[in-house]
């Protein structure tokens, strides 16, 4: 009896060393008003820029609410936008992984570049900046010195169904970048630039609303301090422990 016990406690230890457990979420299912929640009641400042270019409408799954971004593609200022203001309780400077779920308007042409999440106001960096570029999802990171790699998917092979929810995730752990589309491996690259550890993420449009409009809808942004393995990310769309 006493080894059965010693058994689950080192099973629960264990477990709980590897949880899947975000450090930040921020669902955006707030449903009404400008203000972003952060999911566990971190002191976290979550608002909406340009609520004009905004509203709040049906979520991922039934019952719940999603952020939806309204921007016409070609304006170039006001555009809606989410902003996170991690501060000091998230280190970009260290492996982590970025997942979040999202809807692509039917209204995006093919050759549109969208921001969805960035952590850099500067086109070129530093920081990273994921992107729906031409119908290839992946990321931009870029240095102090005007640098910047790129780690994107292939449009002809990996297709982005307008109207339909989707996944996407992304893990970063010293120069090394894997995108993940509704939890399958679409892109990679292990020579990136390291990413620096800004203060804020944008959500929606470049910088704060400046261009790079992202047209529709987007939920559920999580934050973890380590590189998920691949049977995590998909056990995490897939909803399985």
């Given at each position: 009896m006493?080894?059965?016990?010693?058994?689950?406690?080192?099973?629960?230890?264990?477990?709980?060393l590897f949880a899947v457990d975000p450090?930040?979420?921020?669902?955006?299912?707030e449903g009404t008003g400008t203000g972003l929640k952060e999911a566990s009641g971190k002191k976290i400042a979550g608002r909406i820029l340009f609520p004009n270019n905004t509203k709040w409408g049906e979520g991922k799954t039934e019952g719940t609410k999603a952020l939806y971004f309204t921007t016409p593609l070609k304006q170039r200022r006001g555009g809606g936008t989410a902003l996170v203001e991690t501060f000091k309780q998230f280190d970009y400077s260290k492996p982590f992984t970025l997942m979040f779920d999202f809807k692509v308007d039917k209204s995006v042409p093919r050759k549109a570049t969208c921001e969805l999440i960035s952590n850099t106001s500067r086109e070129k960096g530093p920081g990273f900046r994921v992107l729906l570029h031409w119908n290839m999802?992946?990321?931009f990171v870029g240095t102090a010195e005007n640098k910047r790699s790129t780690c994107l998917s292939n449009s002809n092979k990996v297709k982005v169904p307008r109207e339909v929810w989707?996944?996407?995730a992304l893990t970063f752990d010293n120069g090394k970048v894997i995108v993940y589309f509704n939890g399958v491996e679409v892109a990679r690259n292990e020579k990136m630039p390291p990413i620096p550890d800004q203060n804020i993420l944008y959500i929606g449009s470049f910088s704060r609303g400046t261009t790079y409009h992202y047209n529709?809808?987007?939920?559920?942004?999580?934050?973890?301090?380590r590189v998920l393995?691949?049977?995590?990310?998909?056990?995490l769309v897939k909803g399985i422990e």
């Open positions: 006493k080894k059965l016990m010693l058994s689950a406690i080192i099973c629960c230890s264990v477990f709980s450090v930040i979420e921020v669902k955006m299912d999802l992946g990321v989707h996944n996407l529709g809808a987007m939920a559920d942004l999580k934050l973890f301090n393995t691949p049977e995590e990310v998909i056990g």
